[in-house]
């Protein structure tokens, strides 16, 4: 079962990709059958799949008239023309999925792919840490596989968001510093970092963690007799430099769309009410100049804090409470005196934090809290030492198997659906416009799936004849359902046989 675990988890997310048939010109791009009742529904997919566009079909890093229509409101004007205001990063590693998929008449669905692709690495890289922490391979599958699909981790694994890019470079960084200690591991960890930096800006404060754990194993101390030397391994140092050349692409995009190698997009000066005639005299550029750290402030703290735990609108209690038994793997894992605990919380603590004093803790209009899927990705290495320290325990297993139908229904229904839900504080606006009462939880995906159906790829092409849209979620739903509780059946069965013991047996790597 477990060697064919990632085959079945693949077929699952193609079958929840997004996306519809053709290969659209930019005019197309701008009708409601991309936008509002297509796969390209919210401006941050909208941005970078513009820029996609223009750096393959127009060849220019400037966006057309008919681009920054479609890409608005993050659209920003410099020098004349109108840019894009995303890191360039997903854009650049989604060209050969967009090239590949041109050729059947899917550019947009191989764009897409592109995401899903590093869903389904983070899923093994994954288990791969997991396994390396101690976990055994079914509790290790078994929590990846609730990550993947317990978590708003799904539905921005069939759409095209940064999330999945930005995991997968974390990931791999953590699994380096965990498996290798040579200096080919060291060039590989910062230039890691570097391309972080180019997928999203705040990565840089993401990935801190991790760039610390790096740097303090240039160091190592050592006991001769009374002693106590420390050795500075000062050729790994320059390993550092590595993350400067991915840095190199990064200034090569600047200068070509904002004339300034250093200028960072998410500075730009963004137009809200966008005049695609250049020449109209009315149209004004925004004067208000930004910096980065305008986008923190303490005063956001805890009403950030309280709307990615437990808001109804963005809440992990309510989006993803599977993940939240990943804090009985932490406990369990700090009495193991597991050295790599603290790099995890790090993370959580630093991804909490973050995106608790971002301006914008809703993540605008979104499924569940996108922000976290780092935190989530954290929660699941320690759900997997939990699954495989207490396997045996029934009541433990029996409150892990409701909170995973829950959290893999609820987001099955997110990624089949749509993102498209408001912050709660736009809700009176919404509903002053509208003269209707507006949903902001899952509730409101339930509504679309009954009234607009699936954004399904695999749905709407093939199987919107013969099944109704309800009838296609709960196919999916049920499917990761089973396939959850014959894992948990498995690992059950086999946890006396292959469970680690953590205290007798060693499988952490020395920090340094």
Known sequence: ????????????????????????????????????????????????????????????????????????????????????????????????????????????????????????????????????????????????????????????????????????????????????????????????????????????AMFLPVAVFAFFRFFELKTEGKNQLLTIKFFRLFSIFASLIPLLILFWFNQNSYDNPFQLSATLETTKDIEIKKENPNFLQNEEKKEILDFFNLENLSNGLYIHLFSSNRGVVFFAPVSLIGIIGAILAYKKKNPYIFLFLSIILVNLLLYSLWGDPWGGWAFGSRYLIPSYAMLSIFLSLALTYWSKKIFFLFLFWILFVYSTTVNSLGALTSSKNPPIV???????????????????????????????????????????????????????????????????KSSSKDKIDLAKKDYFLAIH
Do not use: C
């Open 1 to 204: 079962m477990n060697k064919y675990f990632s085959v079945l988890t693949f077929f699952i997310l193609i079958l929840g990709l997004r996306g519809i048939v053709g290969a659209p010109q930019s005019k197309e791009l701008i009708s409601d059958k991309w936008r509002e009742y297509g796969p390209l529904e919210l401006s941050p997919e909208r941005g970078r799949f513009a820029l996609l566009y223009s750096l393959i079909e127009d060849r220019s890093f400037q966006l057309s008239a008919d681009l920054t229509k479609f890409s608005e409101p993050d659209v920003a004007f410099i020098n004349g023309k109108f840019v894009s205001l995303f890191a360039p990063g997903l854009t650049f590693f989604s060209i050969p999925g967009y090239l590949l998929g041109k050729i059947f008449n899917i550019s947009q669905a191989g764009a897409f792919s592109t995401v899903l692709v590093f869903a389904l690495m983070n899923f093994l890289i994954l288990r791969a840490i997991s396994l390396k922490m101690g976990a055994s391979l079914t509790s290790a599958n078994l929590s990846s596989f609730a990550f993947i699909f317990g978590t708003p981790a799904f539905t921005y694994a069939v759409s095209f968001y940064q999330h999945h890019l930005s995991l997968f470079l974390l990931l791999s960084a953590i699994y380096l510093l965990i498996k290798s200690k040579n200096i080919w591991s060291d060039f590989a960890i910062w230039t890691i970092f570097g391309f972080s930096f180019l997928v999203d800006y705040p990565n840089l």
């Open 426 to 492: 736009e809700i009176s606006s919404l509903e002053k416009i509208t003269g209707q009462k507006q949903r902001y939880s899952f509730d409101r995906n339930w509504d679309y799936l009954l009234s607009k159906g699936s954004k399904s790829f695999i749905y709407q092409t093939y199987l919107k004849d013969f099944l109704k849209p309800e009838e296609y979620f709960l196919f999916i739903a049920g499917v990761i359902n089973i396939l959850g509780l014959v894992l948990i059946a498995l690992n059950w």
